[in-house]
C-alpha cells in the first residue's frame, strides 16, 4: 500500500475508536453500555438501555464512523484493496477502541458505513436483508450476520471490484459474531425487543 493509504488505515483506525454508545449513553445518563445490559456498545443495547432517540444517534454515529474514512479515501483516489483495509481499520476501532480501554462493539454499524460509498443499491440490499430477518425471527444479531454474508454476492452484481474488500470485512464481522451464533444454536440469545435479556 502507498504511504497515502498507510496514512488512511490509522485514521480510520482513530475515528473508528471514538465510542459514540459510551458518549452518547453518558450525555443521555444512561448506564455505561460496556457494563450493563448485553455489555455491549452498541445501538441495540443503548435501545434497551435508554430508548430509541439515543439507539438513533449511536446508530448514525457509528455508521459515519465508516463512511468518513472510505469516502474520504474513495475520492482521494485509494485502490479498492486498500479501501478494503481502511474499511476494516475502521471497524477494528469501533471493536477495540484506543481511547475506552479496547473494550467496544461489534462493527456491524460502521462497517455498514464503510460499504456506503459502493452505492445505495447495496445499502437497501443489507438493510432489506437484516429487516427481513429481524421481521421474522427477531433476533437483531442473525440479521446482522445474514446481511454481511450476502454482502459480498451483492457486491458481486452491483460493483464487482469491491468484492474481495467487502468479503474481508464481512468476514471480521461474522467471526465477531462467534458467541451470537453459539447462542443462536442453543436458542439462547436474546431477541432486539427483549429489553430484560442481557446477552446480544
Not at 471514538?18 to 453518558?26: D, T, Y
Not at 464503510?114 to 437483531?140: E, N, R
Request: net charge positive; aromatic share 12%; with cysteine.
Amino acid at each position: 500500500m502507498t504511504a497515502l493509504s498507510l496514512l488512511m488505515v490509522g485514521v480510520a483506525y482513530l475515528v473508528g475508536s471514538v465510542s459514540s454508545a459510551v458518549l452518547i449513553s453518558h450525555a443521555f445518563k444512561l448506564p455505561d453500555p460496556r457494563y450493563h445490559g448485553s455489555g455491549n456498545p452498541g445501538a441495540t443495547n443503548v435501545l434497551r438501555l435508554g430508548g430509541r432517540v439515543p439507539a438513533l444517534l449511536v446508530l448514525l454515529t457509528d455508521v459515519l464512523k465508516g463512511t468518513v474514512p472510505v469516502y474520504s479515501a474513495f475520492f482521494m483516489g485509494i485502490t479498492p484493496l486498500a479501501l478494503g483495509f481502511i474499511a476494516i481499520a475502521a471497524c477494528l476501532g469501533h471493536i477495540f477502541p484506543l481511547y475506552f480501554h479496547f473494550k467496544g462493539g461489534k462493527g456491524v454499524a460502521t462497517a455498514f458505513g464503510a460499504m456506503l460509498p459502493i452505492g445505495p443499491p447495496l445499502a437497501g440490499l443489507l438493510v432489506a436483508s437484516w429487516a427481513v430477518t429481524v421481521f421474522i425471527w427477531g433476533y437483531s444479531s442473525l440479521g446482522a450476520i445474514i446481511a454481511v454474508s450476502l454482502a459480498p454476492v451483492f457486491t458481486w452484481f452491483i460493483k464487482p471490484e469491491y468484492t474481495l474488500p467487502v468479503a474481508m470485512l464481512s468476514a471480521l464481522i461474522v467471526f465477531r459474531h462467534r458467541e451470537n451464533i453459539q447462542r443462536l444454536w442453543r436458542g439462547q440469545e436474546s431477541k432486539v425487543w427483549d429489553k430484560g435479556k442481557t446477552n446480544e
